[in-house]
């Protein structure tokens, strides 16, 4: 019984540790990537993409910086998941159609 325990604990604290610093699964909740991306699909994030920061946390504790670690820019098309700072609880899943310097027409 005690060994099972402790396999049991190292799992949630592997697959803790990885959810936080390296892949995170997202479900998608709306359809405003319906042409790609279906509501209800399921994707994995990697979080090596644009670096870390407080956000890439859990519940956003603020144990890094204020500014992003090991940031890349983001590319034209990229997919990109990310969180209000005035609402750390939904996460927003959308394409990236301009970059800074650009102008975005609606």
Do not use: C, H, W
Not at 56 to 62: A, E, I, K, T, W
Request: net charge neutral; no cysteine.
């Amino acid at each position: 019984m005690k060994d099972t325990i402790r396999t049991v604990v190292y799992a949630v604290l592997i697959a803790l540790s990885i959810r936080v610093s390296a892949y995170e699964p997202f479900s998608i909740p709306s359809g405003s990537m319906v042409s790609t991306l279906l509501v209800g699909d399921y994707l994995f994030v990697s979080k090596f993409a644009y670096g870390y920061s407080r956000y890439s946390l859990p519940f956003g504790l603020p144990l890094l910086p204020p500014d992003r670690v090991f940031f890349t820019e983001p590319e034209r098309g990229d997919v990109a998941v990310f969180k209000l700072p005035s609402d750390n609880s939904t996460d927003f899943i959308k394409r990236i159609i301009g970059l800074p310097g650009d102008t975005v027409q609606v």
